[in-house]
């Protein structure tokens, strides 16, 4: 896709911080850090979301953030865990298949904000679930 960020910074045309690549993923520090060490996944294929994506990036992507980036972050920055997140559709701000990488810390304060009264009850969103 030509007019898209995330495959201008894998093609080389914008200027990245990259803390690893190989032939399927490039992996860059995200400009606006949650935490310290803050990463984006990034497939090399474009791909809009989850929906669209290989099985096979997938599973790469997450067995190298298994094996690769959190031992990194946690010997060089000393993370004490991960979380893993993924917008899809609606809070997707670019519309490039990315996994965010969000090391933390004890005392990060790291919270992620939603509206309480949006929820309904965990009964009735179960039945929901159901295949009835």
């Known amino acids: ?9 894998i093609k080389g045309e914008l200027p990245s911080k990259t803390v ?6 490039k992996v860059i520090m995200n400009i606006n850090p949650t935490t310290n060490g803050h990463l984006l996944v990034l497939p090399k294929e474009h791909c809009v979301d ?9 599973n790469h992507s997450f067995k190298v953030i298994r094996d690769t ?3 990194l972050l946690r010997d060089k920055l000393g993370c004490e ?25 004890q005392n990060d304060l ?3 904000q939603y ?8 009964d009735t969103v179960f039945e929901k679930l159901q295949n009835k």
């Open 110 to 112: 790291v919270d992620y």
């Open 1 to 9: 896709m030509n007019d898209c960020i995330f495959c201008k910074i």
């Open 81 to 105: 865990g991960l979380t893993l997140s993924e917008n899809n559709l609606l809070g997707q701000e670019v519309h490039h298949f990315h996994i965010h990488v969000t090391p933390r810390y």
């Open 20 to 25: 690893y690549e190989d032939d399927l993923i």
């Open 115 to 122: 509206n309480k009264e949006m929820l309904e009850d965990l």
């Open 50 to 58: 989850i929906f669209d994506i290989d099985e096979k990036i997938i």
């Open 69 to 71: 980036l959190y031992p």
